[in-house]
């Protein structure tokens, strides 16, 4: 399956941003999805995850309550919603996708990536 990751941008502090994955090649709704980033000279981390059916949802701490994850398998699509953005959410963001039945938040445990987008928060 491949994937593209689109939405991202430069928006102030405060402000929300919607990102976008679509997915081509294959069916998304086998996939639990992954929303990960990277800032520059740091590692890829975890942001959010979102299972098969949707029925679970897990955040890393740093976005609980201000991030959203979802999922709309009609249109082979999984978004993350951001609001309350702040200047340390500056990172290029992934969206991946992973066939497993555990839930992971380990960046090897996903199998297929998109190109990633870049989201930049201005203080």
């Known amino acids: 399956v491949q994937l593209q990751a689109s939405g991202g941008g430069l928006v102030q502090a405060g402000g929300p941003l919607r990102l976008s994955c679509a997915a081509s090649?294959?069916?998304?709704?086998?996939?639990?999805m992954g929303w990960f980033r990277q800032a520059p000279g740091k590692e890829r981390v975890f942001v959010a995850r979102i299972s098969r059916l949707g029925g679970t949802t897990n955040y890393a701490d740093s976005v609980k309550g201000r991030f959203t994850i979802s999922r709309e398998d009609a249109l082979n699509t999984v978004y993350l919603q951001m609001n309350n953005l702040k200047p340390e959410d500056t990172a290029l963001y992934y969206c991946?996708?992973?066939?497993?039945?555990?839930?992971?938040?380990?960046?090897?445990?996903?199998?297929?990536w998109g190109q990633g987008t870049q989201v930049t928060v201005s203080s």
């Open positions: 991946a996708a992973d066939q497993g039945r555990v839930t992971t938040t380990i960046v090897s445990s996903y199998k297929y």
């Open positions: 090649g294959g069916t998304l709704s086998t996939y639990a």
